[in-house]
């Protein structure tokens, strides 16, 4: 790229501080108040815990990362539109964490092969609070959908990322993170958010083309 060019991209991708930004009310928000309910049922009980899922678990770092910074170089407009996205989702999810206080039972993870010892460092540093809705998932989700709507990013990328974000997402629940309500609200927050800035697009866009008929109508009227 082009000096500008790179110039042009690195300020776009400043933009990706907002999010840990906006994270830090989570740090804030993950501890115990005193009351904390849980939405575990019989069929998350049913799940096993896999242990080795905690390495797709923990590749969603890398895989917001590298996503979001191809589709900044690859499709700008479509990144601008997913990084809000991002930030009303996030700040959806925390305020219900503010409000109603979720937690997921953990297993003891036994064992001093690096797995084993992987599970226990997330164990430790995440506590298991406020969990619904996921913002693992969310985030995943949102960056899945990103992908597929672009109609500048390649197929064979499209599919790259909803094999992970999938994984990630199923990831979840064998590390015993999640249950199956938190996957579900985090992707019903997700459809929400993408419908409301869809729609707000749509009525901008109308109002816009309206307002440039309205323009237009009215020099024609001042040539006569």
């Known amino acids: 790229m082009k000096t500008k060019s790179w110039v042009s991209y690195l300020l776009a991708c400043s933009g990706l501080l907002l999010i840990p930004l906006v994270g830090l009310i989570y740090l804030h928000l993950n501890q115990n108040d005193g009351t904390a309910y849980s939405l ?5 009980r049913q ?11 923990l590749s969603w770092y890398g895989f917001l990362a590298v996503g979001f910074l191809y589709l900044v170089y690859r499709d700008r407009k479509n990144y601008i539109r997913t990084l809000i996205e991002f930030i009303i989702g996030l700040l959806l999810c925390y ?3 503010a409000i109603y206080q979720t937690t997921v039972p953990r297993p003891e993870v036994a064992g ?5 010892r992987t599970v226990q460092w997330v164990y ?9 809705p996921s913002t693992h998932v969310l985030t995943a989700y949102l960056l899945m959908k990103a992908y597929l709507r672009s109609t500048l990013i390649a197929k064979r990328y499209k599919f790259v990322v909803a094999i992970m974000g999938a994984l990630i997402i199923v990831s979840t629940l064998f590390v015993k993170q999640h249950v199956l309500m938190d996957i579900v609200g985090a992707v019903l927050v997700a459809e929400g958010v993408v419908y ?26 001042l040539k006569q």
Not at 40 to 44: E, F
């Open 95 to 97: 305020s219900v964490y």
């Open 47 to 57: 799940i096993p815990f896999i242990k080795s899922f905690v390495v797709p678990y």
């Open 124 to 132: 430790r540093s995440d506590e298991p609070f406020n969990c619904f």
């Open 196 to 221: 409301i800035i869809e729609r707000s697009r749509s009525v901008w866009l109308k109002k816009s083309l309206t307002a440039d008929a309205r323009q237009d109508k009215l020099e024609r009227g």
């Open 40 to 44: 575990m049922t019989d069929l998350d």
């Open 112 to 116: 001093s092969d690096w797995v084993s």
